[in-house]
């Protein structure tokens, strides 16, 4: 039997089977499974198996550190991705909606980038410090945004160079993105994760970070120089465009 597409589902089971689809983006097909008697989520992308390698080794050294992360559950011979499927542990858990939610939130970020520091980068993409010399990376294609964009991103970008990088999960201001109980807090969609400078993940609602006026400013216009660059030009892009000072 071929094993691409969904028919890749059968590599971790006879019996296994899809359930119903979840909001995933406009990047994968993402559904609930039935794995034996366990729900789970399936994930069908077009990640390399490069890609998927890293996002995959991520996830096992974060939950091994003690975060709580979507760990990828291996096939019945062991391996944790198949033709651009993944399947991944089910995270319980509502989304954040109070200060004190969002100060977990980034109480958890800061974990992510204590554990992360020196990581290598995810394979195809840039930093926004590379892209101050460079023009494409994955979903970045400077070459597309018109050059007086092109310059009030990497004026942006310029303010974070030094810095220490790290992985950033990449959208955890969405709080879609977040999945909480009394006792923990989940980051889940691994999509846009990379190696980067920490600001990029905490500007965060209430500023529940506890930025300073000036470190608030640098992330924030950092923040959504990256945002306008990794989507353009859709509506949102140019959105995040405008709230990027021009020079």
């Not at 994955?138 to 597309?144: F, P």
């Not at 220490?164 to 006792?183: D, Y």
Request: one cysteine or more; a negative charge.
């Amino acid at each position: 039997m071929a094993t691409s597409g969904w028919n890749a589902l059968s590599c971790w089971g006879a019996s296994v089977s899809r359930i119903e689809p979840l909001t995933g983006g406009v990047a994968n097909d993402v559904w609930s499974v039935n794995l034996e008697g366990q729900i789970a989520v399936a994930r069908l992308g077009k990640r390399s198996d490069a890609d998927l390698e890293w996002e995959t080794n991520l996830l096992l050294h974060l939950e091994r550190e003690g975060l709580f992360v979507p760990v990828p559950l291996p096939t019945t011979d062991g391996r944790l991705f198949v033709d651009g499927l993944v399947v991944m542990k089910f995270m319980e858990g509502g989304q954040p909606e109070t200060e004190s939610d969002w100060c977990r939130v980034a109480e958890t970020l800061r974990q992510l980038h204590r554990l992360t520091e020196g990581w290598p980068q995810r394979p195809g993409w840039r930093s926004s410090s590379d892209l101050l010399n460079c023009r494409k990376g994955t979903k970045v294609d400077l070459n597309a945004m018109p050059p007086e964009a092109v310059a009030r991103c990497r004026a942006a970008w310029k303010r974070l160079v030094g810095r220490k990088s790290c992985v950033v999960h990449g959208n955890p201001n969405s709080a879609a993105n977040i999945r909480m109980t009394a006792s923990r807090v989940a980051l889940i969609d691994w999509d846009e994760s990379h190696v980067d400078v920490p600001a990029l993940d905490l500007v965060l609602p209430y500023n529940a970070a506890r930025l300073d006026d000036s470190e608030l400013d640098i992330a924030s216009q950092a923040s959504a120089a990256w945002e306008a660059a990794v989507c353009w030009d859709d509506e949102y892009s140019i959105k995040r465009l405008a709230d990027v000072r021009t020079l």
